[in-house]
């Protein structure tokens, strides 16, 4: 079955202590991306992924890293989480970035910041 | 200025009657796609209907259609025959062609529909 997976779905953790979310697809697709929701600001880009090794920051990027080391892996890697980052996150991927294709979405990981 | 506007916080529609959600666009390429994504409660994002700028006739899927009227840069979603399952967050999404999008989906504020029984 083609998807997108994330590990771990929920996550409650403490200010500072170092976090990774993990997105992978079965797809072969090319692009990745990642998107934090907020309520009343819909979903913003926080780093995308145009193949292995291509990576390049979005709308808010601060205070995340990632990285892609293989083509089904796009790990989002929070340094040292702060509440301000208590959000819904989606990692979503596509074939290729051309306006037609499909952004194919995973479960979201709902992280919370103490 | 606001890329993708959804003007209406909440909607609200009767079991088996049609609704319309509004999307208003802003973007000077030639060569985009307008996307809406349904979110149920549970969280998930899932694809509903695309039109690409170049398509003439406006899409449909089912009972989702969109009205696209490209010079007043409006994308609405109508469903039609609204089910108690409708009952969701809406989302209208762009994707832009020009260079330094990079293949983002540039997402509205969304929309919460409930369906009445």
């Known amino acids: 079955e083609a998807q997108v997976t994330q590990n771990p779905r929920y996550l409650i953790t403490v200010t500072g202590k170092k976090l990774t979310v993990t997105c992978s697809q079965n797809?072969?697709?090319?692009?990745m991306s990642w998107y934090r929701q907020d309520p009343g600001l819909g979903l913003r880009q926080i780093y995308y992924s145009m193949n292995v090794e291509v990576t390049d920051k979005g709308d808010v990027p601060e205070g995340y890293k990632v990285s892609r080391k293989e083509k089904r892996n796009f790990p989002l890697i929070l340094e040292s989480p702060s509440p301000n980052q208590t959000s819904l996150y989606f990692c979503?991927?596509?074939?290729?970035?051309?306006?037609?294709?499909?952004?194919?979405f995973g479960p979201g990981t709902r992280l919370t910041v103490t | 200025a606001q890329k993708i506007t959804q003007t209406q916080p909440g909607m609200f529609v009767q079991e088996k009657e049609a609704v319309t959600l509004d999307c208003t666009y802003d973007t000077s390429d030639q060569s985009y796609g307008l996307f809406w994504y349904k979110q149920p409660s549970s969280g998930e994002m899932i694809f509903l209907i695309y039109?690409?700028?170049?398509?003439?006739q406006n899409a449909t899927e089912g009972r989702y259609s969109l009205n696209f009227q490209k010079a007043r840069k409006s994308a609405n979603l109508v469903i039609s025959a609204s089910q108690l399952g409708d009952s969701a967050m809406y989302f209208c999404?762009?994707?832009?062609?020009?260079?330094?999008?990079?293949?983002?989906?540039?997402f509205g504020q969304g929309t919460i529909l409930t369906v009445h029984p």
């Open positions: 797809m072969n697709h090319e692009y």
């Open positions: 039109q690409g700028s170049y398509d003439e």
């Open positions: 979503a991927s596509s074939l290729r970035t051309q306006v037609s294709y499909e952004q194919y």
């Open positions: 999404a762009m994707r832009e062609g020009g260079g330094t999008s990079y293949g983002k989906l540039t």
